[in-house]
């Protein structure tokens, strides 16, 4: 690969990343600023404020420094990911981006403010709710299924499996 690709690569990458952390930021700004409780969509969508305070589900509430300490380390991971493995294709180097900039937008709530403000709640009537959610977690989900679909269509997946059962027989 040459370096005019690989700078290319990154350029990409920061400007998903910065993109996602910007669109995040400016979204829970406003929502922290106007406590929204709305209805988007009657029965399905609603607008609310919440402050989580742990990771998804909410699992390890109020446990802020493993949180900010696991995310530094997933993105020292995924920044040598990154760097190391070079991803060639434009849909991971999009995936990355997403994932890192979730997890940026998210590490910048938890310092800032020690809990992460989530304000899409999706549910059926009131039959069932989704865990509210933001922007972020939105780029980070949308991120790993595009990088694993990515590894599905680099044929990664079929080698694996190739590699497998030659070890089996």
Known sequence: MQ??????????????????????QLSKLWVRA??????????????????????????FANQTFLLITITIASLVVI???????SPSRTLSIVSVGLILGGAVGNLIDRLRCG???????????????????????SAIVIGIILFIFSLYQSGLFKKIY????????
């Open 34 to 59: 106007n406590s929204p409780q709305m209805e988007l969509l009657p029965g399905f969508l609603n607008l609310v404020h919440l402050e989580n305070y742990g990771a998804s589900f909410g699992l």
């Open 162 to 169: 190739k590699h497998g059962h030659k070890s089996a027989d």
């Open 115 to 137: 809990c992460v403000t989530d304000f899409i709640e999706i549910h059926i009537q009131h039959i069932f709710y989704w865990p509210a959610f933001n922007l972020a977690d």
């Open 79 to 85: 920044l040598m990911f990154l760097h190391h493995l």
């Open 3 to 24: 370096k005019g690709q690989d700078k290319g690569k990154i350029a990409l990458s920061l400007l998903v990343t910065s993109l996602v952390v910007l669109f995040d």
